[in-house]
């Protein structure tokens, strides 16, 4: 029999329209799950349960007259902790910050709430969504990373803890996390979902996404989020929205080059396999390069990032280095010492970039290639894995999806990542849904 916490976002909300299921049994099995794997996944840094169990009844006593908030009505979620959610305190993974209890929820937050989710708590970050690792484990192996910085989100999505969670991704903190855990992680175009409400690391470079199990599920977790939308639920509460509409690409670009040689050899059999497949279905494969301006991708990415983060962080840190890693310190340090003329070079080179890969996905339906360049590392290596595979999208602001493809021969997550032209976000999706189906990844942590 399938617990009420394996089910996908849609499949729960049907079965809460149809009597089928209440707000209480979901969160009571969501909340049974992380009793008995928290202590060895580490996932949440804060559970607000009695105050989930409390807004469960008042969604179920609505139910019961038929008022229905919207398509997220009573299903609980998690939320990366550098998001504000009203009455939780907002603590960044760092002892510098002193964000405390918030008095008002981030927009993206407030738009779900709107549309009647119930907030489990916070999910374990990075400190300031940066490199330092967090407390978070990976539920399929917990000597192994989750990712950051967005870890405990991908880890109770994986672990079955939650439906769905937050994420915000600067380089590869919503993709990477998605693969190492086996689960959907979705980052949309830039500035689609406002940031207001979040914790910046660099504001060029910050995207809200969202780590699920299904396509489709963050196919509705973007409509409700982003600034637009364009499914019309307000008007129509009592029923769901119309699912996800899986189309098949005839055109998909195989990124070749310098990734390649980067890449685990795992990795590339796993984007092997995913290429097989979508020829096998009809799909046409194009191999090609990256244009010739990424060469300096990640100098640029660094230059940007760690001033706009020296710019943030100049009082906070002046005022209480002790609390500061190694990590975040040598990045604001960098960023201070950044000159002006090198961070504006920074920013003209990346319009080049923008440009040129705008061309390069002009002719093709999405481009295709590892979600990370190695499966999830050990924790005693101290790190959250390596972002360069990711951080090309969140420099361009184009939409990006990791996809589980399978599992490594230590039988840990390996995902593949569909990118698409900025603000094709739509397309990218409705491809992802396709690609889910023909990839036919079912697994999940023990």
């Given amino acids: 029999m399938t617990e009420a916490r394996e089910l996908s976002l849609f499949t729960a909300g049907e079965r809460l329209r149809r009597g089928q299921l209440t707000s209480e049994a979901l969160v009571l099995s969501c ?12 996932a949440w840094v804060a559970l607000h349960a009695e105050q989930a169990l409390q807004a469960a009844r008042g969604m179920d006593q609505e139910a019961a007259r038929q008022h229905w908030r919207g398509p997220l009505h009573g299903i609980p979620l998690g939320v990366k902790d550098i998001f504000d959610v009203k009455g939780m305190e907002t603590k960044a993974g760092s002892q510098a910050y002193a964000g405390g209890v918030a008095d008002a929820d981030a927009d993206s937050v407030a738009r779900l709430r709107e549309a009647g989710a119930i907030f489990l708590g916070k999910t374990a970050t990075t400190e300031f969504a940066f490199a ?96 637009e939308r364009l499914l019309d639920w307000q008007s129509k509460r009592d029923k769901l929205p119309p699912s996800l509409l899986p189309h098949a690409p005839k055109k998909i670009w195989r990124v070749r080059g310098s990734f390649e040689g980067e890449s685990s050899p795992e990795c590339l059999v796993h984007l092997e396999r995913a290429c097989l497949l979508l020829e096998r279905n009809g799909v046409k494969i194009v191999e090609k390069s990256l244009p010739g301006s990424f060469q300096s991708v990640d100098e640029i990415h660094q230059m940007i990032m760690a001033t706009e983060a020296a710019v943030y962080h100049r009082d906070m840190f002046a005022t209480n280095p002790q609390f500061y890693s190694h990590h975040l310190s040598d990045l604001v340090r960098t960023g201070r010492s950044m000159k002006a003329t090198d961070y504006i070079q920074a920013r003209r080179q990346r319009e080049i970039m923008r440009k040129d890969i705008a061309e390069a996905l002009a002719d093709v339906d999405a481009a295709i290639m590892p979600s990370a360049v190695t499966t999830p590392p050990e924790l005693t290596q101290n790190t959250t894995g390596d972002p360069r595979f990711n951080r090309p999208w969140s420099l361009c602001g184009v939409p990006s999806l990791s996809l589980p493809i399978g599992l490594s021969s230590e039988h840990l997550p390996v995902g593949v990542q569909l990118i698409s032209m900025e603000h094709a976000d739509e397309q990218l999706l409705r491809i992802g849904g396709w690609c889910e189906s023909v990839f036919g990844f079912n697994e999940a942590p023990g």
């Fill in 132 to 227: 330092n690792p967090s407390q978070a484990r990976n539920p399929w192996n917990t000597a192994h990373t989750p990712g950051g910085s967005s870890a405990g989100s991908g880890a109770a999505v994986a672990d079955r803890m939650c439906l769905a969670a937050l994420g915000s991704q600067t380089s590869g903190s919503v993709l990477r996390p998605a693969a190492f855990n086996g689960v959907v992680g979705f980052k949309p175009s830039y500035e689609d979902i406002s940031t207001r409400g979040v914790v910046p690391l660099s504001w060029q470079f910050d995207h809200v996404g969202c780590l699920t199990r299904k396509v489709e599920d963050a196919h509705l977790l973007w409509h409700l989020m982003r600034h």
């Fill in 31 to 42: 909340l049974e799950r992380i009793e008995v794997r928290e202590p060895e996944v580490r």
